[in-house]
């Protein structure tokens, strides 16, 4: 089984926003977490977001607070990164990621670590 990452990526000014989705639900999962993941070229991949399809309970790097906001549709199996105030350090190949969790299990973006899937990329680039 894969993740379905619908892309919503693409080229924006500085200050203008962009919405990403990634669709998990041919999963069939119980207890996961969606997360978005960036690599910028020449950088390390980097954790922005993550959201628990099972509690809610959301986490955003340093970089993004503030500006990106993570939700889901648990009906759907989607979720969505809503991406505002976009800066040229943005721009990079964003990707989504799933982790299967146990039932009671807590993640942050920092904890998301042994990821189960990996959508495909989608470039986002932010210039003017």
């Known amino acids: 089984l894969r993740c379905s990452c619908r892309r919503g990526g693409g080229l924006v000014q500085p200050g203008g926003s962009l919405r990403l989705s990634c669709d998990a639900s041919a999963l069939g999962l119980d207890f996961y977490a969606i997360g978005w993941f960036r690599q910028a070229s020449g950088k390390e991949r980097e954790g922005v977001s993550c959201?628990?399809?099972?509690?809610?309970?959301?986490s955003y790097s340093d970089s993004v607070k503030g500006r990106f906001t993570i939700s889901r549709d648990n009906a759907k199996g989607s979720v969505y990164l809503q991406m505002d105030s976009l800066r040229p350090e943005d721009t990079a190949v964003y990707y989504c990621?799933?982790?299967?969790?146990?039932?009671?299990?807590?993640?942050?973006?920092?904890?998301?670590?042994?990821?189960?899937?990996w959508g495909k990329g989608t470039q986002v680039t932010v210039s003017s």
């Open positions: 990621a799933v982790q299967v969790l146990s039932p009671i299990q807590k993640i942050t973006i920092a904890t998301m670590t042994r990821v189960d899937w």
């Open positions: 959201i628990s399809m099972s509690d809610g309970s959301t």
